[in-house]
């Protein structure tokens, strides 16, 4: 099991906005630690989607944000598109496993 | 931009070691703010954090690997390996190589979030 809980699968509708949610505990997301998310199309590398909790590396659109509070994140996408099919995953740092720790993927269907 | 670039075999007999290079290209590979990483992703399922180097040779692993996990630092050549030993069918994964970045408070630093990563590769453990 992953230290940090994603669901399994979220569904949305074209032009639909969706959050995907990241769970985790008082040793890593509520300690205060920063959460990542990645997006991994199937049969590629994962990318970089949002760095420090709400920031967007540049290139990637505004429709993608992240937000955080206590022991949980969340990633939103709005104006959801075909091309946003993919995997998602968050990671942050566990000061009890002193190590990063990822969560168990998000995978995102487009209807 | 930095690039990273994984090689090595592809099929690994059980119980033997693993090695894996990753090359870097675009950036150096001695700079203080960055760890050099190998992350995996067994088929079909989610990512796991393997270990990480820095540029003067400091190593820090999964701890649910053990013992197993090695890695080093060539500057020179700027690569950094991976050896992971005494490999089963459950080590088969794709392995990526990435550069991990440092986020600092006001009272410490820890491990921040990869980027860029290389396109990984399939490493199946099989007699």
């Known amino acids: 099991q992953s230290v940090l809980t994603q669901p399994p699968s979220v569904p949305g509708a074209p032009g639909q906005r969706v959050t995907i949610s990241c769970t985790g505990s008082?040793?890593?997301?509520?300690?205060?630690?920063?959460v990542h998310w990645y997006e991994q199309v199937p049969g590629t590398a994962p990318k970089l989607l949002i760095y420090?909790?709400?920031n967007r590396p540049s290139g990637v659109p505004d429709r993608f944000s992240g937000s955080k509070s206590g022991t949980s994140a969340s990633l939103a996408i709005s104006g959801l598109q075909a091309e946003d099919e993919a995997d998602y995953y968050c990671?942050?740092?566990?000061?009890?496993?002193?190590?990063?720790?990822f969560g168990g993927g998000t995978k995102l269907t487009v209807l | 931009q930095v690039q990273l670039q994984e090689s090595g075999p592809g099929l690994v007999k059980p119980s033997e070691t693993l090695s894996l290079t990753c090359t870097v290209s675009?950036?150096?590979?001695?700079?203080?703010?960055?760890?050099w990483s190998w992350i995996r992703q067994p088929p079909g399922k989610g990512l796991e954090w393997i270990g990480y180097?820095?540029?003067?040779?400091?190593?820090s692993n999964n701890p649910s690997l053990k013992s197993r996990v090695t890695i080093s630092l060539d500057t020179s050549k700027k690569q950094f390996s991976l050896k992971l030993s005494s490999v089963t069918a459950a080590d088969t994964a794709v392995y990526y190589c990435?550069?991990?970045?440092?986020?600092?408070?006001?009272?410490?630093?820890?491990?921040?979030?990869?980027?860029?990563w290389g396109q990984g590769t399939l490493v199946t453990v099989s007699s």
């Open positions: 008082s040793s890593n997301i509520g300690a205060g630690y920063d």
């Open positions: 420090g909790n709400t």
């Open positions: 675009g950036g150096s590979v001695s700079n203080s703010n960055f760890y």
């Open positions: 180097i820095d540029y003067s040779g400091s190593t």
């Open positions: 990435a550069r991990r970045g440092i986020v600092c408070s006001n009272t410490s630093c820890y491990p921040g979030w990869f980027d860029p």
């Open positions: 990671q942050s740092y566990d000061s009890s496993l002193s190590g990063v720790v």
